[in-house]
Each structure stands twice: as structure tokens, then as C-alpha cells.
């Protein structure tokens, strides 16, 4: 029995040792801009007329990797398909494990280990998730756990995504880390919510609870939202006015989930896109948040 005990626990060990090997190799490069001419820009394009989705290089694939750009995703999560096709390490921590997306659903996710993925000037190698992604077109969902190692910004006119750039024009707005996730104060129909800066959302998401003072008459129109964890079921309504630092919206489109998808932490998410905004950028140094 003590044998048996001690090979246990020494093969606990050994793996605990090897899993640490390979978190201490997996630490991300980023080269910085030399000045603010020479920036590290990447160019995107939109998916379904919202998502941002760039090119990168990885290591054994024949093509270029299709990558979403998503800050609303605290994890990186590579889809399953190409973790098999590249033969992804596997870290051994208990195997498939169930984590909750960001509306609250849950998917079925491993720990990989992503190496070599070539983002700009950036060469990145780090642990992540592998799961189920339910766009066939996107082969990584870069999260924060990536994009938040240097500042980000968003050009929607150029279609350009810079990393580790200055930015002096905008409203400044402070956000703050919650869970993880970068949430800022958005005003709505006159109440003021606590948002996830989500670039991966099609438009304003908001909890049933928090936005009770609306009314029982708006929302009428029942859809299916698409996100990183499926879809669900919400509702529709288009609200007349809503702002964030001083910039004013008109015509807002907004998708109402149903409580039991509620996070107490937040109020819901946004999509810079989806209100017009021409630029954005974060500055997770000083946590501000610039609009334009």
C-alpha cells in the first residue's frame, strides 16, 4: 500500500512539474512600436457585419488562421478543429472541463497550449482553451488574457486594429476590471448600466432586472443571439437615446436577456460598433477608455 501511495503521489508530482515546464515557456513576446508612425497595425475585416476578424500565422497551418478579435472574452479559446488538425498540446488538469461563456451559457472547453501564433509584431505562446466556436469561419477567439498585454485600439472607418499605440483624441471614459472583463458606464433610456466592452457583440445586451424601470411593453419582438457559447433566446426593442461620456446615440438597437442568463457583476454588454462609434481605445494601464 505505501508503495502504491508513494508512485501516486510521486506521478502527481512529476505532472505538476511538467505542466509548470511548459507555463514557464509560454511567455508572450511583444515588440513595440518604434514611434507613432511606425504603429502595429493589422488590418480586419468584419464577419457578419460586426464581428472583427484578422489574419495570423501559426505554425503548421497551410493558411493564414482566421482570429476574432473579442474583448467581451476574459480566455482565449481556439476552436477544437484546428487544436486537433495542429495537434495542440494538451495540459492535464482534469481534462474537458465546463466553463461559462459570457452571457452565462456554458460550453464543454480543454486546456491547450497555443504556440508561435504570429498577431502584428507579436509572437504569442501561452495556455488557452480549446472548444466548440459556433462560427465555422473563426479558428481562435482572442480574448483579453491576450489582448489586454498592450493597449488596444479599434479604427471601424480604416478597418485597422493597433496594438501598444498612443491615442489623444475621444472622450475618456474610466472602466473598470470586473471578472476579468473590461466594463464601462453606458447610459440607456435614461439608466445608466455597468457594460462589458464587448467588440464581439452585435449591439447593446442587457439583463431583464436591470432595466425593469423600461416598462413591460417593450420587447415584443422574440430572437435568437448568436455568442461565444451558442445561442439564446432574448428580445428586441430599439430605444431612442443613450450615451457614453459625452457622446449621444439615437435608434438603439437592444437585445434584453432573460434573468436566468443574469451575471450579478454586470449589467450586460455593448458593441462599440453597433452605436456608431469610428474608434475606440484601451488603455489598460490607466484603465480609460476613449471614444470617438
Known amino acids: 500500500m505505501r508503495t502504491t501511495k508513494t508512485n501516486r503521489r510521486s506521478s502527481r508530482v512529476l505532472l505538476m512539474v511538467f505542466n509548470l515546464a511548459i507555463l514557464i515557456q509560454l511567455i508572450p513576446s511583444y515588440a513595440a512600436p518604434a514611434d507613432d508612425q511606425d504603429p502595429d497595425e493589422v488590418p480586419f475585416e468584419f464577419l457578419q457585419g460586426h464581428l472583427i476578424i484578422v489574419k ?6 497551410v493558411r493564414k488562421a482566421n482570429l476574432l478579435i473579442d474583448t467581451g472574452a476574459s480566455v482565449t479559446v481556439v476552436n477544437r478543429e484546428l487544436a486537433d488538425q495542429l495537434s495542440l498540446d494538451r495540459i492535464s488538469d482534469g481534462g474537458v472541463g465546463t466553463r461559462a461563456s459570457a452571457f452565462g451559457a456554458a460550453m464543454k472547453v480543454e486546456r491547450v497550449v497555443l504556440r508561435q501564433l504570429h498577431l502584428g509584431r507579436r509572437v504569442i505562446s501561452r495556455p488557452c482553451l480549446a472548444g466548440e466556436l459556433p462560427w465555422k469561419e473563426v479558428d481562435i477567439l482572442v480574448g483579453l488574457d491576450i489582448l489586454r498585454t498592450a493597449s488596444l485600439t479599434v479604427d471601424y472607418q480604416k478597418r485597422k486594429v493597433a496594438f501598444g499605440q498612443a491615442f489623444a483624441a475621444g472622450q475618456r471614459v474610466p472602466f473598470e476590471i470586473v471578472q476579468k472583463l473590461v466594463v464601462a458606464p453606458v447610459k440607456l433610456h435614461g439608466v445608466t448600466l455597468r457594460l462589458v466592452v464587448d467588440t464581439g457583440a452585435l449591439s447593446p445586451v442587457v439583463y431583464q432586472k436591470r432595466v425593469e424601470a423600461w416598462g413591460e411593453a417593450l420587447g ?27 457622446v449621444e446615440f439615437a435608434d438603439i438597437a437592444v437585445h434584453i436577456l432573460p434573468d436566468e442568463h443574469s451575471n450579478p457583476a454586470i449589467d450586460g454588454f455593448f458593441g462599440p460598433g453597433s452605436l456608431g462609434l469610428e474608434r475606440i481605445h484601451l488603455d489598460f494601464e490607466s484603465q480609460a477608455f476613449y471614444v470617438k
Do not use: S
Open 56 to 61: 495570423a500565422f501559426i505554425p503548421g497551418l
Open 220 to 246: 415584443q419582438k422574440r430572437v435568437k443571439l448568436v455568442h461565444g457559447g451558442g445561442t439564446m433566446k432574448a428580445r428586441l426593442i430599439t430605444l431612442p437615446a443613450g450615451e457614453i461620456g459625452k
